[in-house]
């Protein structure tokens, strides 16, 4: 039987579970500053990383919507948004909420 790592207790768990919370409910810039701190740890969550990076996608897809509102086809803003939205696509298949932050295999060296 191969020896599993065992897993790596993190600080900023009940963070991190907030962080997502107010994630979910559409507040992206608040999140960010969440994880943000977290990831400032020494032993952060490193699905933090991947929080932070989903959320300024979130904030930036915003911002692209509310040109497209004032320029509907600009092909510039058309071309933002198609990359916007590959990009959250391919962070979700990550699946960067499947553990939570609290516990972790391995350890980070």
Known sequence: MKDEPQP???KGDKRYAEAMSLFDNGLYKEA?????DIIAEP???DRARL??????????????????????????????QERIIGSKRMLN???WR?????????SRS
């Open 98 to 106: 499947d553990v939570p932050c609290g516990i972790q295999r391995g």
């Open 32 to 36: 960010y500053e969440k994880v943000e």
């Open 93 to 95: 298949e990550l699946e």
């Open 8 to 10: 790596v207790v993190q």
């Open 43 to 45: 032993d952060y969550c």
């Open 51 to 80: 929080a932070a990076a989903l959320c300024c996608l979130e904030i930036a897809h915003r911002a692209v919507v509310e040109g497209l509102r004032k320029f509907p086809y600009h092909p510039v803003l058309l071309n933002d």
